[in-house]
């Protein structure tokens, strides 16, 4: 099993910055990747950024150019920095690991960013 826990949301004006955080803990050794999900009201979940063990990253079209991820292994600890931000960039956020041996999924239990104009 793996506990993720997110911190960082809150609300911030258009424009301004926030910063995620997630850290890891239980069977760490099966992550393969960490990333960001979110949701907004009424709108499908959507993968925002992802990285993987070799640091390899990808991101959603909205959210390139304005928002970075990046890890602390030694703190199993995923980051997502946001820049720029813009009301539709309103939504739960939720951290996301992809697992190994055997394959699987987890995420956090959100936290709430909301972006006023």
């Known amino acids: 099993q793996v506990q993720l826990v997110e911190s960082g949301g809150g609300l911030v004006q258009a424009g301004g910055s926030l910063r995620l955080s997630c850290a890891a803990s239980?069977?760490?050794?099966?992550?393969?990747?960490m990333g960001w999900d979110r949701q907004a009201p009424g709108k499908q979940r959507e993968r925002v950024a992802l990285?993987?063990?070799?640091?390899?990253?990808n991101y959603a079209d909205s959210v390139k150019g304005r928002f970075t991820i990046s890890r602390d292994n030694a703190k199993n600890t995923v980051y997502l920095q946001m820049n720029s931000l813009k009301p539709e960039d309103t939504a739960v956020y939720y951290c996301?690991?992809?697992?190994?041996?055997?394959?699987?999924?987890?995420w956090g239990q959100g936290t709430l960013v909301t972006v006023s104009a």
């Open positions: 990285i993987t063990n070799g640091d390899s990253t």
């Open positions: 996301y690991v992809d697992l190994r041996r055997p394959r699987g999924d987890a």
């Open positions: 239980g069977s760490t050794f099966r992550i393969n990747a």
